[in-house]
């Protein structure tokens, strides 16, 4: 009787099995790389509209929110040495100050002029009476007063100079 040969099974060689399985996961790093990328540009994009959005949803129209203020410019003022109005005998003040400007180019305007201004304070500080400025609220009157002159124009026709405020740094009554 002759039988029929045994098949014989079939035998795949290992280097067809291991192509298969890095492209599989070649396939699969690639799904991967697709997702990551989708997920990262979906969290930038909700990012960016959160962001740009300031607050929620605004009404066509309405102004957006104001920058984020700005780092003033904070210019010395050399050392004023004054005699003071007389009321006891003789008392002089000697103060030094600095002012908060906006902007840099205003500094640079303000020490452009800074002949004039030093003219203008020093009549300003000299028409003063020590019991007008040895209080708290003599000293801030007297730090309005000095932004007010500051303020005034340097030269007809020329805009104001903006100052924020007047820090004392020295202040001596004697």
């Known amino acids: 009787m002759a039988t029929a040969p045994k098949s014989v099974p079939k035998t795949v ?5 291991a192509s298969f399985a890095s492209k599989q ?3 699969m790093l690639a799904i991967i790389a697709v997702l990551l990328l989708v997920i990262i540009g979906g ?18 129209g309405a102004p957006k929110a104001a920058d984020p203020a700005k780092i003033p410019v904070f210019l010395p003022i050399d050392q004023f040495t004054v005699n003071l109005q007389p009321e006891v005998g003789e008392q002089y003040l000697q103060v030094s100050l600095t002012l ?15 002949p004039v201004i030093r003219s203008r304070l020093l009549l300003l500080l000299s028409s003063k009476k020590a019991s007008e400025i040895s209080t708290p609220d003599g000293k801030k009157k007297l ?6 002159t500051i303020k005034q124009p340097f030269r007809p026709h020329m805009p104001p100079a ?11 009554i004697q």
Do not use: R
């Open 25 to 27: 996961s070649t396939m």
């Open 100 to 114: 908060e400007i906006s902007e840099q180019q205003q500094a640079e305007q303000i020490k452009t002029f800074m």
């Open 162 to 172: 903006e100052v924020n405020s007047v820090s004392f740094t020295a202040f001596i």
């Open 13 to 17: 060689p290992i280097t067809e099995g």
């Open 43 to 60: 969290g930038a994009a909700g990012a960016w509209f959160f962001f740009n959005q300031k607050g929620g949803a605004s009404a066509p």
């Open 143 to 148: 730090q309005d007063e000095i932004i007010t």
